[in-house]
């Protein structure tokens, strides 16, 4: 049985409105109408790693559904949070560790324009306080590259540093990986063999 994998950016209260902001980064009003229907509904959210726990002893999986969220801003700790913990949910945060503690998404030039300006990424002690609340938090490359456009040693640091990183600084060690973009090859599927400790696999079709 299929599982929905609900993927989510940005969620804030300023996002209203605005015309030049990517798509992806939705109003929190949208976000909690989502939440409350999912509710209604009778969903129960899981985890990756409990997803592939379910597939494998093929446990019961009607009405379940995986929340992930990608890159890191500072919504998902300030709005988002909050709501998951009211409608008893729980989440994936898939991180782009190099923006971790910046000032904006500005450092990261090729994502271009299109995030809020007033939602900064995460930083270490924020992502500390979201892995305590419940959070798991998986790997998104390291500066957000294109992954099928690199080059074997530059695809395996993007790969390699944005695990170390979450591993020194949080009390996980990540084992499943989002590809930026959604875009990918077999050297980005080799590569991610060749780190036995990813298990589990997402393919991104956007940011």
């Known amino acids: 049985m299929k599982v929905p994998v609900l993927m989510y950016h940005a969620v804030s209260p300023q996002i209203t409105g605005a015309t030049n902001i990517n798509p992806v980064h939705i109003p929190l009003s949208s976000f909690i109408d989502q939440m409350r229907w999912l509710k209604n509904e009778g969903y129960q959210t899981l985890s990756i790693e409990e997803l592939l726990i379910y597939k494998k002893y093929k446990k019961e999986l ?107 600084n949080l009390n996980t060690s990540c084992s499943h990986y989002s590809f930026p973009w959604g875009r990918y090859n077999m050297l980005c599927l080799k590569s991610l063999e060749e780190l036995t400790s990813f298990r589990g696999f997402r393919f991104n079709r956007v940011l």
């Open 62 to 168: 009607s009405k379940k559904v995986v929340l992930t969220f990608d890159d890191g801003y500072l919504s998902l700790l300030e709005h988002v949070t909050k709501v998951l913990k009211e409608n008893n949910f729980k989440a994936t945060l898939f991180l782009t560790t190099a923006s971790v503690g910046s000032k904006s998404y500005n450092e990261l030039s090729h994502l271009g324009k299109s995030y809020p300006e007033n939602d900064r990424p995460l930083n270490w002690r924020e992502l500390q306080e979201m892995e305590q609340l419940g959070w798991s938090i998986e790997a998104h490359g390291h500066e957000h590259r294109v992954h099928n456009m690199l080059p074997e040693q530059e695809l395996k640091f993007e790969m390699e540093m944005c695990k170390q990183l979450i591993d020194q």
